[in-house]
């Protein structure tokens, strides 16, 4: 590492006309940050990034389906069914303003990257074949809107789970 940052300073000093003090220390600023910002970031990232324990994916009470399978769940939110097992139409909702809990669960649903989710939904859009999701803002607001259609499916973190909907599957 050393051997990298003399070799930057050189480079910087030898070749540049301006021999200030002012970029002796943007330079040792720039060396500094690129020692601490890995370490640093990292521990930015996991202090803000949220855990769930668990997401379950809710219906209707009279949707008649009490289980799905990661496949058929998958298959709902990616627009791909447009049924539920049972054969009743359904409308899938989703939190994209929550992007970390919504990239989330799109994750351990699909095994898709969020690039690959973006790619795949604009190709949709662009064929005019379908979009993306609707999107509700929390999980109250999920719960509220699933409680009162019976063609919506949603999901939210299991904390949040009360009796006014059917838990169809669970991811932990």
């Known amino acids: 590492m050393f051997s ?14 301006m021999r200030s003090q002012l970029a002796k220390k943007s330079l040792l600023a720039w060396i ?3 020692r601490a910002l890995p370490s640093s970031l ?3 990232l996991l202090s803000t990034t949220p855990a769930y324990a668990e997401f379950v994916v809710i219906v209707h009470k009279d949707a008649d389906v009490r289980s799905m399978s990661k496949d058929e769940v998958a298959r709902v939110f990616m627009m791909k069914s447009k049924t539920l097992p049972n054969g009743r139409e359904v409308v899938p909702l989703s ?7 919504n990239d989330r669960f ?3 649903i699909t095994q898709r990257s969020r690039l690959q989710r973006d790619a ?7 064929t005019g074949k379908g979009q993306q999701p609707k999107s509700v803002e929390s999980d ?3 719960l509220a809107a699933v409680a009162a259609h019976p063609k919506y499916i ?3 973190d299991s904390k949040s789970l009360d009796n006014s909907v059917t838990v169809v599957f669970r991811i932990e």
């Open 120 to 126: 795949y939904w604009a190709r949709l859009m662009f």
């Open 95 to 101: 939190q994209s303003s929550r992007e970390q809990f």
């Open 32 to 34: 500094l940050l690129r």
């Open 42 to 44: 990292a521990a930015l």
């Open 106 to 108: 799109f994750d351990l």
């Open 4 to 17: 990298s940052c003399a070799w930057a300073y050189r480079l910087f000093f030898d070749g540049c006309a």
């Open 140 to 142: 109250a607001a999920m």
């Open 154 to 156: 949603g999901f939210i």
